[in-house]
């Protein structure tokens, strides 16, 4: 079974657009960095996001991420580092990260990575959710995304709930 680490990022999101419980259907466990816990509930966190991690459920793991002076991580956040740092000490993983230069170092590594519309795109592919309304709170919130993405992936929800495809519930 695959190992599945989140940077701050996703996380912050889909709690923002409550869409946080599908990572739990789609994967069961979600580990987090320490770094990454702190960022979630430091003051600058939305109050939303900083709830939510101080009352984390249960399948959400902390763990202590190792130290590294690595120079190919020092442009990147503390908590993409810690990431990244965790993900490679494993065998099968999946990190969960938004940064494109972290997720570039961790293609680099060999590190499999996916996103915050990766992973709505892959819940509503299970019909967990419906991905034009979750997509629309998204861009509500300062999440960067192109419009043109957007419309692609609404046009392909669309396509694909037109043809008999999973939808919201099931």
């Known amino acids: 079974m695959k190992v599945v680490i989140a940077d701050t990022s996703p996380l912050n999101y889909l709690i923002l657009v409550d869409a946080v419980g599908v990572l739990r259907r789609l994967y069961g466990r979600v580990i987090i960095p320490d770094i990454v816990f702190?960022?979630?509930t430091s003051e600058e966190a939305p109050?939303?996001?900083?709830g939510w991690a101080a009352m984390r459920p249960e399948w959400i793991e902390v763990q202590s991420a190792p130290l590294s002076e690595d120079p190919s991580l020092q442009g990147l956040d503390a908590g993409?580092?810690?990431a990244i740092l965790l993900a490679d000490r494993q065998?099968?993983?999946?990190?969960l990260m938004d940064d494109a230069s972290g997720?570039?170092?961790a293609a680099k590594r060999g590190i499999p990575t996916i996103g915050t519309l990766g992973?709505?795109?892959a819940a509503s592919l299970q019909g967990f959710i419906a991905l034009p309304t979750i997509l629309a709170r998204l861009r509500a919130t300062n999440f960067r995304v192109s419009k043109h993405l957007v419309d692609e992936l609404?046009?392909?929800?669309?396509?694909?709930?037109?043809a008999g495809g999973?939808?919201?519930g099931s």
């Open 103 to 105: 997720r570039m170092e």
């Open 91 to 95: 065998k099968e993983v999946l990190l």
């Open 47 to 50: 109050k939303r996001v900083a």
């Open 119 to 121: 992973v709505l795109r």
């Open 166 to 168: 999973p939808t919201l």
């Open 154 to 162: 609404v046009a392909e929800y669309e396509q694909r709930t037109k």
């Open 80 to 82: 993409e580092h810690a």
């Open 38 to 40: 702190r960022e979630l």
